[in-house]
Structure formats: C-alpha cells, structure tokens
C-alpha cells in the first residue's frame, strides 16, 4: 500500500451509522479520551471492525497513565502556534455569528483541537520514528465543560459555494495535491461568512510561514511525546494491526495528511476567537 494514500474523510462511518461492536468501540473511544464526538480517523479505520479494535487496544492503555494529557498540555505551551491577525466581536457579529452560535463555534474547536492532539500524540506510539526513555509526567488536571455540539452536516446539506470556502480553508498547510479534507472545517460550514474571515487570517498567515513553523513544532513535540509513550501501548494488540491499520495511522501522523496540521491550525484558530472575547 502506498504511504501517500488519502481516505476520504466525507465518505468514512459517521457515528450516527455506527451499530453493534463498532458502535460500542466508538463509544468508549468517546468516553476514555473524554471528547464529545470522533474525528475521521476512527471512522475510516471503522471499515473494518478488526482494525478498528485491534488500534484502539493496542492504543487505550495509554490513557489511564494520564500521560496522553500530560503530553498535550506540553503541546498546548510550548508550540509556536500562528498569532492570527486580531478579529473584534463587532466583525463576529457581522459574518451573522450570534453569541450563542460562537460559543458553539468555540466548543466544536475546542473539542477536535482536543481530539485530534491526543490522536496525533498517541497514535505516534503506534508508530513511532525513535521510540524513547518512558518518563512518568506529573498528572494534569482537566477542568472540561461539556457541551452539545450542532450535528456534522452531510456534504449534500452544504451548499457548493460553501463548499468551497471549506476547501479553501483547509488548504492551508497541505502538504501534497490531495491532503484529505479535515472534518473541523466540515464542522464549521453552517458560518460561512466566518470561515470567510478565518481564511482571510490563514491566508497572511500562510504568506508570513508562521503556519509552517507552527506546524513543524507540533510535528517535533508529537514524536518526542509520542516516542516516550511506546512502553504503555498494548503489544499484543499491535501485533494484530493489519498493514492497512499501520498504514492508515502512519499516514495520519506523517503522511500528506498530517494531522499536525489540524492541531496546528485548529489551536490557532481557537485562541483567535478566545482573544475577541
């Protein structure tokens, strides 16, 4: 299997489809990373239910350590994140967000910022460059705030020129013709006058490289964090990976995906909306 293949993130199991075992996994994924809703790696890994469980056990034991938070949490301070141009709630309140709606942008932001992080540093100690010296980190306290997310729309609820705007923005920090479309952006297409305004921001962002640096220094944190985690992975369920499943998640991690990207992007983006107030 090629290392550059692209899952279509649209088509992939949504959670709502999910039955039987694959539903359950799905809800104990959900329950252990303690995260409202899945990101598109386990619904593509959920077409077949053998990978689909043989990557989340070889995956969970990571997560009672605490050590997954303790690694995000490193991610969160010491990356170089992109520092958006500001953006005023006057300009929110113009693209048509109401303050209700931008809470609702923040919790879907802050939920796959979430989830895609601990993704990305967990599933490096599935496939790790340079495994490395397990180092126990002091526990961190999490102080999460649950709230409903609206539903993921379907690509035929979103109008075509909203479509594009989706595509725009999450062309940013690709890295080959087709990264794959990053199900946060999807997320956000009921706002298309602010995804307006967010690729506006990428857009100079992009033209200064402080998308590039930012997601170089998430990319360079998850190895080393991802590295120290290999000891607590589950061997023997590795060992029932298929090569798709190691492929799927490789290609997560470095492939023309590169969810370091979405943490990258997503944070900034996050922290932009954060800042207005």
Not at 40 to 66: C, H
Not at 232 to 243: G, P, T, V, W
Request: charged share 20%; with cysteine; net charge negative.
């Amino acid at each position: 299997m090629s290392k550059d293949i692209v899952h279509d993130t649209v088509a992939a199991l949504s959670e709502s489809d999910a039955t039987g075992e694959i539903a359950k996994i799905f809800a104990d994924i959900r329950s252990t990373m303690q995260i409202p809703m899945l990101t598109s790696i386990w619904r593509i890994l959920a077409d077949s239910e053998a990978d689909l469980n043989s990557t989340w056990k070889a995956v969970k034991p990571l997560y009672p350590t605490g050590q997954p938070e303790a690694a995000l949490a490193r991610i969160r301070s010491e990356t170089a994140f992109p520092e958006l141009n500001p953006i005023s709630l006057g300009e929110i309140s113009e693209a048509g967000v109401t303050s209700e709606e931008l809470l609702s942008v923040k919790a879907i932001l802050a939920a796959y910022n979430r989830s895609n992080t601990l993704n990305l540093l967990t599933q490096t100690a599935l496939v790790p460059d340079h495994p490395g010296e397990y180092v126990a980190y002091p526990a961190v306290e999490t102080n999460l705030v649950p709230r409903d997310l609206p539903r993921l729309l379907p690509r035929e609820e979103i109008d075509d020129s909203v479509w594009e705007i989706v595509l725009q923005v999450n062309s940013y920090g690709t890295q080959g013709e087709n990264p794959g479309l990053a199900t946060i952006f999807r997320h956000l297409a009921y706002w298309p006058n602010l995804l307006a305004l967010m690729q506006s921001r990428l857009t100079n962002a992009q033209e200064q490289g402080t998308i590039s640096i930012g997601a170089d220094s998430v990319t360079e944190i998850a190895a080393e964090e991802g590295g120290r985690m290999t000891q607590l992975r589950d061997e023997a369920a590795l060992i029932k990976m298929s090569d798709y499943a190691r492929e799927t998640v490789t290609n997560y991690v470095r492939g023309p995906f590169k969810c370091a990207r979405i943490v990258n992007i997503g944070t900034a983006l996050s922290r932009w909306l954060n800042a207005a107030g």
